[in-house]
């Protein structure tokens, strides 16, 4: 990976040096779909003069097309990648640092850097995964899942709760209250459970200890359960957070009744690739998201504060999640790999600080 970028950088300084305008590529940042090129010009030289190079680059690169941008002193080439990349998870938590409690992380944001997601934040605790079949919903899910447990490998430090058929193999967590439910009334009853467990800790009756509820489909349990259902869902997204009782679901039902009189509720919205505009809309709440234009799996948009943030979502091989869960439930730390085709620059991006 460095010799390719070192060659793109030559490249593009030899484009600068034909066209007289002295230059120097001084960074390379690989993301999940470009990468982005930081070149220094010097002696005054007029950045707008790049900017009419776009041809050239894309000719030099052997690339159908690059974008560049202005940056003060700089210019910004960005490079499409050939085709979509894993981000590998274990890899990139070894990159973090400084990580607040219960945060997930959910991949890599298109300025290259690690996105997490603060759960206890005001303007996070409860978070909905929307896209169409094939779309990662649960691929990201089970990211997030194994993301907390990783940060809090102690079941003192967190509790979970799974609801979903394609999460039983995440069944040997020890941070899991009971089995991973695969029943839709249970799961039903599940939703009613923690509204009592709200309750209880709205009266200072007991600790609390942060509880995260996964459910791999939300109209399973909304079905199942009826109105009362609702309810208790509605109830658990206004007065759940202040407990330390968190939801995050995922749905392809966009049009299901209950979905459209709840999405509103979830301050957090997670869009994948979606089938038309009007199915954009309802998943983000916002038009001109552009959520119909995600391609592969995995490729999302994190819709908070009406900000919009466009991301890869990382992923866990089936192998590498049994590896972390025998870790865990001997009290070891599994190995968090080597290495990672992204390159990071050392920080992260936090939704909701």
Not at 259 to 273: K, M, Q, S, W, Y
Not at 327 to 332: C, D
Request: aromatic fraction near 4%.
């Amino acid at each position: 990976m460095r010799r390719m970028l070192e060659y793109m950088a030559d490249r593009i300084e030899a484009v600068l040096r034909r066209y007289g305008i002295p230059g120097q590529v001084i960074s390379g940042t690989v993301a999940a779909r470009v990468i982005r090129f930081k070149v220094i010009l010097k002696d005054g030289a007029d950045g707008n003069r790049v900017l009419g190079l776009v041809n050239e680059l894309a000719a030099a690169l052997n690339t159908p097309g690059v974008r560049v941008a202005r940056q003060g002193v700089a210019a910004v080439v960005e490079v499409p990648r050939p085709g979509p990349v894993v981000v590998h998870l274990l890899p990139l938590l070894r990159t973090l640092q400084c990580v607040p409690p219960v945060t997930a992380t959910l991949g890599l944001a298109d300025d290259g850097a690690p996105l997490l997601i603060r759960l206890p934040s005001p303007v996070v605790a409860h978070i909905l995964v929307a896209g169409a079949a094939g779309s990662g919903k649960t691929v990201l899910l089970r990211t997030m899942i194994l993301s907390l447990a990783l940060r809090h490998p102690r079941q003192e430090e967190l509790a979970l709760v799974l609801a979903g058929q394609a999460l039983t193999d995440l069944s040997g967590l020890p941070h899991l209250v009971r089995p991973v439910i695969t029943d839709d009334r249970e799961a039903a009853e599940v939703l009613h459970s923690l509204v009592r467990l709200t309750t209880r800790r709205a009266g200072g009756a007991e600790a609390a200890l942060p509880v995260v509820t996964f459910f791999d489909e939300l109209t399973s349990p909304l079905g199942a359960g009826g109105p009362a259902a609702e309810r208790d869902l509605r109830w658990l997204l206004q007065s759940g957070r202040v407990a330390g009782v968190h939801l995050i679901a995922t749905t392809r039902y966009l049009d299901h009744p209950s979905v459209r009189r709840l999405i509103g509720a979830f301050p957090v919205r997670i869009v994948g690739r979606v089938t038309g505009l009007e199915q954009a809309r309802v998943a983000s709440g916002w038009p001109g998201t552009g959520a119909e234009r995600l391609s592969s799996p995995g490729d999302f948009i994190a819709v908070a504060e009406g900000q919009l943030t466009r991301f890869q979502a990382a992923y866990v091989t089936p192998g590498e999640a049994t590896q972390v869960v025998a870790a865990l439930r001997q009290g070891g730390q599994p190995r968090l790999g080597t290495g990672t085709e992204i390159s990071t620059r050392g920080g992260f991006d936090l939704i909701a600080r």
